[in-house]
């Protein structure tokens, strides 16, 4: 099993609708969690943290996590073309002596 | 604030070369990291820095990388000497907190490199 864990994509998505980007990670004892954006060409940015259960919401951006699935979500309300790039879901280990990111997913939001 | 600085932006060398990339982290950033990025994938780890101290460069491949931050700021990645496959975009980004590799890290624009 990979340490972090997303589908490639790409997700395809018509515009004002919801993107649903999911992360599974493999260890139990992460206690954080990291989305960064990253356009083509472009070096990531951070859009999201998320430390405790639940959902973290910040604009149209919600972070949602599961520690007992070990499972990380990002929700995109009113997707917008220019949402439009690959988002990385970042798992550091429990020690925080090292950071996995995940493959990242694609994302297409259709005009 | 400026952010991180990388240079240069763009290196195409011929195999069998040397080749030397350059970062300045955002002042007060003590935690730097090195990673490489293939086409398709997420960044790989490199080499992390607390100040001027390697603490985890377990993904360095030492026969021919080799990193440097001597005064505990800027930060040099040297390959000796380069193959085909080492062709990748090298990131560089820093982050405030020390000791922990789970805080907010910005990243630089990186450094494409081409090896022919």
């Known amino acids: 099993q990979k340490e972090v864990e997303q589908n490639s994509g790409p997700l395809s998505v018509p515009e004002g609708a919801i993107a649903s980007l999911n992360c599974t990670y493999s260890?139990?004892?992460?206690?954080?969690f990291f989305w960064y954006r990253q356009y083509s060409g472009k070096s990531p940015e951070l859009i999201m943290f998320i430390y405790s259960n639940g959902d973290k919401e910040d604009g149209r951006f919600t972070a949602q996590l599961n520690k007992a699935s070990q499972y990380v979500s990002l929700l995109i309300r009113d997707s917008q073309p220019s949402d439009s790039a690959t988002y990385l879901c970042?798992?550091?280990?429990?020690?925080?002596?090292?950071?996995?990111f995940g493959i990242g997913t694609k994302l297409q939001v259709i005009p | 604030e400026a952010g991180v600085v990388q240079s240069p932006r763009y290196k195409i060398i011929e195999k069998k070369q040397p080749v030397a990339f350059w970062c300045n982290p955002i002042s007060g950033h003590n935690t730097l990291y090195w990673y490489l990025q293939n086409l398709g994938q997420g960044p790989e780890l490199l080499i992390r820095?607390?100040?001027?101290?390697?603490?985890?460069d377990s993904q360095l491949p030492k026969d021919r990388f080799s990193a440097e931050r001597l005064k505990g700021v800027d930060s040099t990645l040297k390959i000796q000497p380069a193959e085909l496959g080492d062709s990748a975009v090298y990131l560089c980004?820093?982050?405030?907190?020390?000791?922990?590799?789970?805080?907010?890290?910005?990243f630089g624009p990186g450094t494409r490199l081409t090896v022919l």
């Open positions: 820095y607390e100040n001027e101290e390697a603490v985890d």
């Open positions: 980004a820093s982050s405030s907190t020390s000791g922990r590799g789970g805080n907010e890290q910005f």
């Open positions: 260890d139990r004892g992460s206690q954080s």
């Open positions: 970042a798992v550091p280990s429990a020690s925080y002596q090292k950071v996995t």
